[in-house]
């Protein structure tokens, strides 16, 4: 199993710029997660897919973050605009919600620069 | 409300020496509870879980938790560190179907 599979893992950009981070889940899991680590902050929950379908989108910071799941095996975390406080190392995990022992596994991140 | 408490920030070892974290909850249901270790420049690798059972659970590469359900506590221990141990260690409860609530991290530095 290939694990998470996270793209870029690096991102330097100029404020103002789109940014677009790719996640591709464990084959077979059900439930996607995006986090955003900083230091300020630690580990912050932004948005939860079960089934590719957006489940808690509590913790996603504001308008310009947005996020999908087209197919099972596939999603995207947009930031447009982009600005220097959005700096920070974005994971996704899955996990195959249903039984009472699942468990999250995280993907390599993307370390992204707002410059 | 929910929360996840590692009370030492920053740990440093020296080779050998014996290793506990601390970590509390605050959660009043059902808790599952993780311990997951990030090596510098890598991602969230599971340490270990715990579900139901025995409260002491094994996890890889020597290291151990206990559940004590009347403290809120799920410390993490390891008999003797090595340097490769050097990493931030992340406790974390699921609270509810599928949230979890990570704590704020432990920063550990072995010295060789």
């Known amino acids: 199993d290939a694990g998470v599979i996270q793209s870029p893992r690096h991102e330097v950009t100029e404020m103002g710029q789109e940014v677009t981070l790719r996640c591709k889940p464990i084959?077979?899991?059900?439930?996607l997660f995006w986090y955003r680590q900083t230091m300020m902050r630690g580990l912050e929950l932004l948005i939860y897919f079960n089934n590719n379908v957006p489940i808690d989108d509590s913790g996603m910071p504001e308008d310009r973050f947005s996020a999908k799941m087209p197919n099972a095996s596939f999603s995207t975390l947009k930031i447009q605009p982009s600005e220097p406080r959005d700096s920070a190392v974005y994971f996704c995990?899955?996990?195959?919600?249903?039984?009472?022992?699942?468990?999250?596994?995280f993907g390599p991140g993307t370390r992204l620069t707002v410059l | 409300a929910q929360s996840v408490s590692q009370h030492n920030h920053h740990v440093i070892l020296s080779e050998a020496a014996s290793l506990e974290l601390g970590c509390n909850y605050s959660y009043g249901g059902t808790v599952n509870l993780f311990w997951y270790v990030q090596y510098p420049g890598q991602h969230l690798q599971l340490l270990l879980k715990?579900?139901?059972?025995?409260?002491l659970v094994k996890g890889i590469k020597g290291f151990e938790a206990e559940f004590i359900k009347s403290k809120f506590s799920f410390n993490l221990r390891k008999p003797s560190v090595q340097w490769s141990d050097t990493a931030e260690y992340f406790c974390a409860v699921r609270a509810g179907t599928y949230k979890y609530i990570f704590g704020t991290g432990t920063r550990l530095k072995v010295l060789a």
């Open positions: 995990a899955s996990s195959f919600m249903g039984t009472s022992t699942d468990t999250q596994y």
């Open positions: 084959s077979g899991h059900n439930s």
């Open positions: 715990y579900f139901s059972g025995d409260p």
